[in-house]
């Protein structure tokens, strides 16, 4: 039965009393996992579709306790689909009663109070931790967990009280992302200071002091952490995936006559927006050129800058914005163009459109981390002319397509079905169980 506001929690001593899926009647590992997004359900971009699956394959094999912003009842919409979400407890961080400091300005009193429940004035006040912290603090001392799963950057901050409330808990970071490349490139383009940029390397660089391991999105950007942390980190790859559909949406692929190709992703997502901006600069007029009648969706959330607004007001583009349901559009496409210049992870959109049964092309960037190879699973094409050739050519050629089609989706049910994916998680975390874990030095970080 779902849980809501479970506060106080069970015996420290405990465990929920679920049953491990293969019946043995053990109890289970205990996690708890703070989601600081303000909705994963329904998911509604990458990151989001990572936390939520990653929740939902928790759940499948250990006692989950979920720390979330959203309301858990809208939660109860996914559970026909992702049954074993019913086992989890689904605690709601809300605001906190008034602090006693209420009279002073906001951004004094944020500022003195995170420091507060940090016990520390180290590093920059952080407004999301102030929401949760008190709801993690009561979790935390009413229950120990074996594992203590953080979401992003930012949820480090809550380490400090971690260790001090459950000393023995295995915390363990979930990178979407090698953020000190993405700021490099955001620093290139004048959108981060240079300062932020080594705040980022900073924290990345002392992961080894902060956590217990890394959860990496693909086999590159475990190296990166690693090269920063000076091989001190213990890790895994554990890659974005698909939950496969019993049908394929390739309506398009099988039509002989689909000249129209699909890009889906969000707009909010920097790389994707600069991605889509060359595409439409030097690979668009060298398909209109070669195939007059083609046709381009955009689909995904966010607003476009002033770089894409040609590609708006552009006729032969059809401009979808955040759409519920991305199936019908990939199930009019032919071809799904994933034009990455910059970035780090798993592409969750070329895996998406894999599974759906889309042929994909991108760029040597976009295909890092996932295990396929070139011309047989996806086309990867890094000069505007080589990708206006890919797509011409699977544009022209439904065998082509289907070839393509038919080893992509066997490549993604074998290695990125998102229950192929969980199963590994689930051997990874309980080898940490089985091996002596070492206190971490003191973090003064």
Excluded at 13 to 38: F, Q
Excluded at 44 to 63: C, E, M, P, Y
Excluded at 176 to 189: G, I, M, P, Y
Excluded at 422 to 440: A, N, S, V
Aim: proline share 6%; glycine share 8%; with cysteine.
């Amino acid at each position: 039965m779902l849980q809501f506001a479970t506060i106080p929690m069970p015996a420290p001593e405990g465990r929920s009393g679920i049953k491990d899926e293969g019946g043995s009647g053990a109890h289970l590992p205990n996690v708890l996992i703070v989601i600081p997004y303000h909705r994963i359900y329904p998911p509604f971009n990458g990151g989001t579709q990572r936390s939520f699956n990653i929740l939902h394959q928790l759940t499948r094999h250990f006692d989950v306790t979920a720390l979330v912003f959203q309301d858990p009842a809208t939660l109860t919409a996914a559970f026909g689909e992702y049954p074993s979400l019913k086992r989890a407890r689904f605690v709601h961080a809300m605001p906190e009663e008034l602090w006693p400091l209420s009279w002073l300005p906001a951004r004094i009193r944020v500022a003195l109070q995170y420091r507060w429940y940090q016990r520390s004035f180290a590093g920059p006040a952080d407004s999301d931790f102030l929401l949760y912290y008190p709801v993690l603090r009561r979790i935390l001392r009413a229950a120990q967990f074996d594992f203590i799963i953080v979401e992003n950057m930012a949820s480090l901050n809550m380490v400090r009280a971690v260790r001090r409330l459950n000393p023995r808990a295995r915390i363990v970071f979930n990178a979407h992302n090698v953020d000190t490349r993405l700021a490099l490139a955001a620093v290139e383009k004048g959108d981060v200071s240079l300062a932020s940029c080594h705040r980022i390397r900073s924290i990345e660089s002392s992961l080894h002091l902060r956590v217990h391991g890394v959860m990496a999105c693909s086999a590159p950007d475990l190296d990166a952490l690693q090269r920063m942390n000076g091989h001190r980190l213990r890790g895994a790859v554990v890659p974005n995936g698909v939950v496969l559909a019993n049908q394929l949406y390739d309506g398009g692929v099988r039509d002989e006559n689909c000249m129209n190709m699909i890009f889906c992703g969000s707009l909010d997502y920097g790389p994707n927006r600069d991605g889509l901006a060359w595409f439409y600069s030097h690979v668009w007029p060298l398909l209109q050129k070669e195939l007059p009648e083609a046709t381009l969706t955009v689909v995904g959330s966010g607003k476009a800058d002033a770089a894409l607004e040609r590609l708006r007001r552009d006729p032969a583009v059809r401009w979808g914005g955040y759409v519920p349901d991305v199936r019908p559009h990939y199930n009019a496409a032919a071809v799904a163009i994933v034009p990455l210049l910059s970035g780090s992870g798993t592409r969750l959109k070329i895996l998406e459109a894999m599974g759906l049964g889309v042929p994909v092309v991108t760029t040597v960037v976009g295909a890092e981390g996932i295990t396929g190879e070139a011309d047989r699973h996806l086309s990867i094409a890094d000069t505007a002319g080589e990708f206006a050739a890919a797509v011409v050519a699977l544009l022209r050629r439904k065998s082509l397509r289907l070839e393509i089609q038919k080893n992509a989706r066997t490549l993604v049910a074998e290695h990125y079905d998102w229950n192929v994916v969980g199963d590994g998680l689930k051997r990874w975390l309980e080898g940490m169980l089985e091996k002596q874990t070492h206190p971490l030095p003191l973090l003064n970080v």
